[in-house]
Nanobody, 121 residues
Framework: QPVESGGGLVQPGGSLRLACAGS????????IGWFRQVPGKEREGVSTISSSDGRAYYADSVKGRFTISRDIAENTAYLQMTSLKPEDTAVYYC????????????????WGQGTQVTISS
């Protein structure tokens, strides 16, 4: 199961790095996706990194500001978030799947518990 960490309260324009540790599975063997959700809204795909070639994909709303990566040796994936905006406030989830590296939650089988990210001054 993925285990997220790194959430917190940051001012607009700030940066934060989320981590997703592979607990009981190998991060490099799965597509790793980051999703976020705010109350009353559907879970939104933010970014994913493919297990096969390491290619990364991003939602338009975060393109150019967020960077997904993985460290095979540490068995951990990361989401580096910069130029954060209040609308980035959400619970962020890490997910692992072996179907397709997409931003669709249906392609992921294993989910973490989530970590809260709050962007506020």
């Amino acid at each position: 199961q993925p285990v997220e960490s790194g959430g917190g309260l940051v001012q607009p324009g700030g940066s934060l790095r989320l981590a997703c540790a592979g607990s009981g599975f190998t991060v490099g063997s799965f597509n790793i996706g980051w999703f976020r959700q705010v109350p009353g809204k559907e879970r939104e795909g933010v970014s994913t990194i493919s297990s096969s070639d390491g290619r990364a994909y991003y939602a338009d709303s975060v393109k150019g500001r967020f960077t997904i990566s993985r460290d095979i040796a540490e068995n951990t994936a990361y989401l580096q978030m910069t130029s954060l905006k209040p609308e980035d406030t959400a619970v962020y989830y890490c997910a692992a799947g072996d179907h397709w590296a997409t931003l669709d939650a249906v392609d992921y089988d294993y989910w973490g518990q989530g970590t809260q990210v709050t962007i506020s001054s």
